[in-house]
């Protein structure tokens, strides 16, 4: 929980106030019972009126006091969590677009969403009830321990028997509880990774009618999570019915033992009342006390949660202070190997990129070509070997300048919520729609929007649900054309397009001023590149042009032989 103090600090005034007035609270209720002692002995039972007018009117005083003093409470106390809460998401935000991709895998998307609503939730109901209620419940069952035996002595000793005895009772059952709450806060990721899985491939589960297998899958980790919520509730909530207990069988025997003084003149009515009336408070605040137990179990299982984002460690701040400078495009791959898990999935790869060159790149499915691609821009980090670009190791870069230089398509393409205008602005922010525009021409897609309704103003749905494959591609590529890029990576992204628009966009393409790197599954899609890297298992095996490798390598002559023949086939057909 310690967390929380740097949340806190920001709000230490607000804080403060609602502290003060917990404390008004706390001393009205406290002295309450003895005014309603002295009504009772030196008003009711002597039959004096004016002490109850007066003691009354002191009684009626002093609960308007609390009541305006919980009030001011509740405004302050909400204003301290409402204000943590947004702290720690904006931090949590920023520290999750610092992560790397390999770090998405310790911490899946379903999880930090559920860190980022449901964890932040709980910390901030903690703070809002801690600072409303949690210091006023153990204050006030020590406070009303010493003022019980300030009215009785003897009638006091029970309460100190009793009150420790439940104190270490419930402090058992919130360690227990902690443990099990972190266990529901990891089955609620879970959960929350089936609904995400499910939403996303919606189409796919109805294609495939796999909705009753979504159900079961579905009911599986809901059923899972209800049983160790259960148990965490029962945990918790067994401190009730023995607080009761404890407490009501403290205050049967204050009856007794007051009778009992009573009758042998050495107590007076009042004050039995009063300790009465102090146990019945104390064991109020027990039941406060232990309600806060469990918002505290689960906000130190946020708590823990949120931490391990936070201090998880991150590449990009360690060069922000590096080299910032405009990039020519000049790429060399010094023996790089990259291992994504067990897997190593480059092998020693070698090969230089000269400035404005076109580099087609081409192999089998999980080559690596598309890890290749990630390590230019320093998604991922080489495991061996180094990149440098223009001759200076990318390492040695700001990761930020670095990778506005960069224009990345890539193999998914991923359109935003928003208007067509929005989407093409990601690459450039402060571009003009002139710039908008002529990027779209140069990805053969500007004749398309400006047919629709509202051409660039046209809203997209989510994930670029009205667009087809082939639409959302020219999107992507007019999005990294507009930055105006040193280095254009294009991960097989004309694969949904027609043979006549790849052609076009790709003839564009090799006007720009900038280096371009284009993986394709197709040879026609990179017969004209200036260079042909070949990748097979992880390795360079070949480079060269194409006439090149059709000439001189039989991986390259195989590959070519395959799709020449696909394509007399279909014709054919």
């Not at 294609?207 to 029962?234: H, P």
Request: aromatic share 8%; hydrophobic share 45%; glycine share 8%.
């Amino acid at each position: 929980m310690k967390l929380l103090f740097k949340f806190i600090q920001p709000y230490k005034l607000a804080m403060w106030i609602a502290l003060f007035f917990t404390i008004l609270e706390l001393a009205v209720e406290l002295y309450q019972p003895v005014i309603m002692a002295i009504i009772i002995d030196d008003g009711i039972v002597a039959g004096d009126l004016s002490i109850v007018y007066l003691w009354g009117s002191v009684l009626l005083g002093t609960s308007l006091l609390a009541f305006i003093g919980g009030i001011i409470n509740s405004f302050y106390a909400a204003q301290v969590s409402q204000g943590v809460g947004y702290g720690i998401r904006k931090e949590l935000f920023q520290k999750v677009q610092e992560f790397a991709f390999q770090q998405f895998q310790k911490f899946p998307t379903s999880s930090l969403i559920t860190r980022l609503t449901n964890d932040v939730t709980q910390i901030q109901n903690f703070i809002f009830m801690g600072l409303r209620i949690a210091l006023r419940a153990p204050l006030f069952i020590i406070g009303g321990i010493i003022m019980a035996y300030m009215v009785n002595v003897k009638l006091a000793h029970i309460l100190l028997i009793t009150v420790p005895v439940l104190l270490l009772i419930t402090l058992w059952l919130l360690k227990k509880g902690v443990v099990l709450f972190q266990r529901v806060q990891r089955k609620l990721d879970s959960l929350n990774r089936v609904i995400r899985e499910n939403l996303l491939g919606i189409r796919l589960v109805k294609a495939f009618t796999r909705e009753t297998y979504e159900e079961k899958r579905f009911k599986e980790v809901n059923s899972s999570l209800m049983g160790d919520n259960k148990k965490a509730l029962r945990i918790m909530e067994l401190t009730m019915p023995i607080l009761m207990l404890g407490m009501n069988g403290a205050m049967l025997l204050m009856l007794w033992l007051g009778h009992k003084e009573l009758g042998i003149g050495t107590a007076q009515a009042g004050e039995i009342v009063a300790i009465i009336n102090y146990a019945t408070r104390i064991m109020f605040s027990f039941t406060v006390f232990s309600f806060l137990m469990m918002n505290y179990s689960r906000a130190k299982a946020s708590s823990s949660r949120i931490t391990d984002v936070l201090e998880e460690e991150t590449e990009e701040g360690k060069y922000q202070s590096a080299v910032c400078e405009k990039i020519a495009g000049e790429i060399d791959f010094d023996n790089v190997s990259f291992r994504y898990g067990d897997d190593l999935v480059l092998k020693g790869l070698s090969f230089s990129v000269k400035a404005g060159e076109t580099i087609g790149i081409l192999g089998e499915t999980g080559s690596g070509k598309s890890s290749l691609f990630q390590l230019i821009p320093r998604l991922y980090e080489v495991t061996s070997g180094r990149i440098y670009i223009d001759q200076k190791n990318i390492k040695l870069r700001n990761v930020e300048n670095l990778r506005q230089q960069i224009g990345l398509v890539p193999q998914e393409a991923h359109l935003f919520s928003g208007t067509i205008k929005e989407n093409i602005l990601w690459g450039k922010e402060d571009a003009s729609l002139e710039e908008v525009m002529e990027a779209a021409k140069q990805a053969e897609i500007h004749e398309f929007i400006m047919k629709l309704p509202d051409g660039y103003d046209t809203l997209i749905g989510q994930r670029g649900v009205n667009f087809s494959g082939g639409q959302k591609q020219r999107l992507s590529i007019a999005r990294a054309l507009v930055r105006k890029p040193s280095i254009l990576l294009l991960d097989d992204s004309t694969s949904a397009l027609d043979a006549r628009t790849e052609a076009s966009i790709l003839s564009t393409l090799k006007k720009q001023s900038c280096t371009i790197l284009l993986i394709a599954q197709k040879v026609s899609s990179v017969k004209e590149a200036d260079s042909i890297l070949l990748i097979h298992e992880g390795e360079l095996v070949a480079k060269g042009s194409h006439h090149d490798l059709l000439r001189e390598n039989s991986y390259y002559q195989k590959i070519y032989s395959s799709q020449s023949e696909g394509k007399e086939a279909g014709c054919v057909g």
